[in-house]
């Protein structure tokens, strides 16, 4: 990784944009419930973007750095650029470079759904998975390399979750998700080519950056099906439609994605049932039995 490792946030920033300079304000930026968020405006005049948590948590900044290098190496779509992780304390810390928001683009989701797809269509892999395992929400993920990618979603992502979920579901829930498992061979297709994606993409997870188009945040990245991120990007109401027809024009979606998409999503709500509690049962529920 390229990416800075220090001791403090001072030290962090005198190493990243010279000794004399210093952080003269901090503004909390809202941010949702994993972290705190902050943007530092530094004596030099410049903006960075800081996130900090518990310690405990180094190692989820220092996987989110990974992720985004690997976005970014694709030179595919933005992804502000990671510049140090560290500990401070009390509190591991992630700085990166600050996105000032612009007005977007008028074709601000075809160039959306343009540049994903261009990500999707690097050259990566040849297996699934990633070099570091990582974190999907605050849930830790595995992401030991597997040639296959239905043994991987199978292993790497629905068991884990099923396990953290398991006291939480009913025994025709479990039932049907150990049916499903057994059965993924039949739900599911190796894809074509693997893919890079951002493996956490709904619209928080996107920002218009200073130059109008989408800049995607927070990822989860890993090797897998491209299916599996357009799924995601449907599971809390979706992107424009305008989106998803660019998307197609450089990386065509297959009609049976449709058919398939709820069952990706399965590791996301059970994801959200081990995090957020019980509210996502009857989703869980619902799918597991449509797909058993
Ligand atoms: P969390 O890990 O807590 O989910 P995010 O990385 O999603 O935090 O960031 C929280 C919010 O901060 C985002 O929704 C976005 O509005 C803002 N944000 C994230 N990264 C940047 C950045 N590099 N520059 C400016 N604002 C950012």
Redesign the pocket.
């Known amino acids: 990784m390229t990416v800075l490792c220090a001791n403090s946030i001072d030290s962090a920033i005198s190493s990243l944009f010279g000794p004399s300079v210093k952080v003269v304000d901090r503004q909390r ?7 705190r ?1 902050y ?1 530092l405006e530094l004596s030099s005049g410049e903006c960075v ?1 800081l ?1 900090s948590n518990r310690a405990g948590l180094l190692d989820m900044f220092t996987a ?1 750095a990974h992720g985004i290098e690997a976005l970014r190496a694709t030179g595919t779509i933005g992804a ?1 650029e990671p510049l140090a992780v560290g500990t401070d304390e009390n509190n591991a810390f992630l700085i ?5 928001s612009a007005p977007r683009r008028s074709d601000y989701w075809e160039t959306f759904g343009h540049e994903l797809a261009m990500l999707h269509r690097a050259k990566c892999g040849p297996r699934f998975g990633f070099p570091t395992d990582n974190y999907i929400g605050s849930t830790p993920q595995q992401n030991a390399h597997m040639d296959s990618w239905v043994a991987f979603f199978r292993e790497r992502r629905l068991i884990p979750q099923m396990k953290l979920a398991w006291r939480l579901l009913d025994e025709r829930t479990r039932h049907n998700l150990t049916r499903i498992t057994d059965r993924l061979d039949t739900l599911l297709p190796e894809p074509a080519f693997p893919s890079l994606i951002h493996g956490d993409l709904w619209s ?2 996107a ?1 218009c950056g200073p130059d109008g188009k989408a800049w995607i ?2 990822p989860a990245a890993y090797v897998g099906h491209f299916e599996a991120e357009l799924a995601m990007t449907e599971l809390f109401g979706g992107f424009p439609e305008r989106f998803y027809r660019a998307y197609d024009e450089v990386n065509p979606i297959d009609r049976g994605y449709a058919d398939r998409r709820d069952l990706y999503n399965l590791y996301h709500l059970l994801n959200h049932l081990n995090l957020f509690g019980l509210s996502y049962l009857s989703n869980v529920s619902s799918i597991a039995n449509r797909y058993a």
Do not use: Q, T
Not at 29 to 35: F, K, L, M, P, W
């Open positions: 930026v809202s941010g949702r419930d994993i972290n968020a943007s973007f996130k989110e502000p990166m470079e600050y996105l000032s928080g997870n920002l945040l927070d």
